[in-house]
């Protein structure tokens, strides 16, 4: 998470799919969401400029770690969504599958983001599959996870120091005057769902919020998740995944 003054952001880095660890025993998804906080903090300018400039980073550094950019499933990667409030205007950028969302004073809401949705595919067949109760998404559906990761910068944006993350970069200026609620967060907080090819429940996520806040959004989540430690009710790669979350409330 970043916080420096009216600057918020939210950063979920992606390992590369070789595993390996880097400096003081990092993952490359930790490496590439830190690079890029760090990128916001020490750069002036507009937030899609900071975020060319954390592209940049993000590249040098894995340079200097010898990673090879040609082999595209190694790279590091990192979604985010940042914005810089300014009385009644609100700066943002993000990529990936961190999003923004408003929530307004009548009680209505709006993402202002595109709600991409990454892994429909691979959790779906998941779903899908009959398999052994101790089967492991990541042995498989390894080549299909594979395969998606390939789609970086191609059918989705992430920034991993490639020049083409630049063109999935949503940037752009919203009004504040009618927004109660910011929300920046990771696809960690996400309700969890039954059937992926569903859209995200908004209205529920909403409904949580506002009944005791990220906290609560949080507490459902992880409820639903431990009743379903196999990972298959509600598909998913993992018991839980981190979330990183910022509620501003106006």
């Keep these: ?14 390992t590369s799919l070789d595993k390996r660890r880097f400096q003081n025993g990092l993952t490359g998804g930790l490496l590439a969401a830190k690079t890029a906080a760090q990128s916001f903090v ?3 300018g507009s937030l899609d400029q900071l975020a060319k400039e954390a592209n940049r980073t993000i590249h040098k550094v894995q340079i200097r770690e010898n990673i090879c950019m040609d082999e595209r499933h190694k790279l ?6 940042v914005v810089h409030v300014d009385g009644n205007q609100l700066e943002y950028c993000q990529t990936g599958d961190a999003l923004i969302l408003f929530i307004f004073q ?11 949705d990454i892994d429909r595919d691979t959790l779906q067949l998941w779903k899908e599959m009959q398999l052994a109760p101790d089967a492991l998404i990541h042995e498989v559906l390894a080549e299909q996870i594979r395969k998606i990761r390939l789609e970086m910068n191609i059918s989705y944006g992430v920034l991993n120091g490639e020049p083409e993350a630049l063109n999935f970069l949503r940037h752009g200026y919203e009004d504040l005057t009618d927004v109660s609620d910011i929300l920046l967060f990771t696809d960690g907080l996400h309700l969890p769902r039954e059937n992926p090819k569903e859209e995200h429940d908004w209205q529920t996520f ?8 990220l906290q609560a959004v949080r507490d ?3 409820h639903l998740q431990q009743q379903d430690p196999a990972c298959r009710k509600y598909p998913r790669f993992k018991l839980h995944d981190d979330i990183a979350a910022v509620a501003i409330s106006r």
């Design 42 to 44: 020490n750069n002036c």
């Design 106 to 116: 009548d009680g209505g809401y709006k993402v202002i983001t595109p709600d991409i």
């Design 76 to 81: 590091w990667s990192t979604s985010l969504a």
């Design 220 to 222: 459902h989540v992880r």
């Design 1 to 14: 998470m970043l916080e420096e003054g009216s600057l918020l952001g939210v950063f979920d880095g992606a």
């Design 206 to 213: 909403v409904e949580l919020y506002r009944l005791g806040g």
